[in-house]
């Protein structure tokens, strides 16, 4: 239960730095994902689905 609140931790606290250092950057990022269609989003989700879970794996690889 630990392991998950660390990694919603982590999750929010990269999620606010983006927010904090580069906000108008976010909102031209969010501007660019409107115009995409519904496929292409999908797509970005899942890849990023499988970043996280190869992400995962490494780390459980290095004992984490």
């Not at 927010?19 to 496929?39: F, T």
């Not at 989003?41 to 995962?56: C, E, F, S």
Request: charged fraction near 10%; hydrophobic fraction near 65%; charge should be negative.
């Amino acid at each position: 239960m630990a392991t998950i609140f660390l990694a919603l931790g982590l999750v929010l606290i990269v999620e606010g730095l983006v927010w904090v250092l580069a906000p108008s950057l976010l909102e031209q990022l969010l501007e660019m994902l409107r115009d995409l269609p519904h496929s292409a989003r999908r797509q970005v989700g899942a890849l990023a689905v499988v970043t996280g879970l190869i992400l995962l794996w490494i780390a459980h690889q290095f004992g984490a």
